[in-house]
């Protein structure tokens, strides 16, 4: 069993539909990353959790550490949300990321 | 500060030969990480510096690879004798840690070919 599962793998979506990407976690972790990635491009971070919830623009994400899992949220999206979406909980004394799988997420317009 | 800076972009080398990547981190950030991503996969963990100390290796990073941060600032990931698996994209990220605002920056990554 993969230590991060990430639900879905693929994702298409209308523009402008609500989408919910779900990470769970078997790992014990100080904070966790969403971060996108662009077909061949560079990894950006979206967001580092320990707790709650976060927004930024029209993306949420939440953690329940106890039920060690993770949400992100992409509201009204558009086509340029298209991209990777990867969940890497850090943990250990270094602070390494663990990615999950990545979500595949294209945006029809 | 432009961010994590890595160097070169692509890399293509015959098997059999050495090549070494380049990494500069954000100047204020004490914490430097080598991941590697092979095509389709999730980067996976490589060899984290804190400050000029190498204090964790994956048993990815065979005895062909070494890397270092002399001085604390850049790092450097060297490949001796490359072999057509060491094929892959080698991203450099840098951290520093304050519970407040933990940075976590990734540069462009190194795109290795080995024919």
């Known amino acids: 069993k993969n230590e991060v599962e990430q639900s879905p793998q693929n994702l298409t979506a209308q523009e402008g539909e609500f989408i919910t990407i779900n990470c769970s976690y078997s790992v014990g972790i100080s904070a966790l990353h969403w971060l996108q990635q662009h077909p061949g491009g560079g990894i950006v971070s979206l967001f580092m959790?320990?707790?709650g919830k976060k927004k930024h623009g029209r993306l949420i994400a939440t953690i329940n550490i106890q039920e060690k899992h993770s949400s992100l949220h992409i509201t009204a999206s558009h086509p340029r949300d298209s991209a990777v979406y990867i969940c890497?909980?850090?943990?250990?004394?270094?602070?390494?990321?663990?990615f999950g799988t990545g979500t595949l997420l294209a945006v029809q317009p | 500060d432009t961010g994590v800076s890595q160097d070169p972009r692509h890399k293509i080398t015959k098997r059999g030969q050495n090549v070494t990547f380049r990494c500069d981190p954000i100047?204020?950030?004490?914490?430097l990480y080598w991941y590697r991503q092979t095509l389709g996969q999730g980067p996976e963990f490589l060899t984290y510096?804190?400050?000029?100390?190498?204090?964790?290796k994956s048993r990815l990073l065979s005895d062909r690879f070494s890397a270092e941060r002399p001085k604390g600032s850049f790092s450097t990931l060297e490949i001796q004798r490359t072999e057509q698996g060491d094929s892959a994209m080698y991203l450099c990220?840098?951290?520093?840690?304050?519970?407040?605002?933990?940075?976590?920056?990734f540069g462009s990554g190194t795109r290795l070919t080995v024919v």
């Open positions: 959790l320990s707790s």
């Open positions: 990220a840098s951290s520093t840690y304050r519970v407040e605002n933990y940075g976590y920056t």
């Open positions: 890497a909980p850090a943990g250990g004394a270094t602070n390494k990321l663990i």
């Open positions: 510096f804190q400050n000029e100390a190498q204090l964790e």
């Open positions: 100047s204020e950030h004490n914490r």
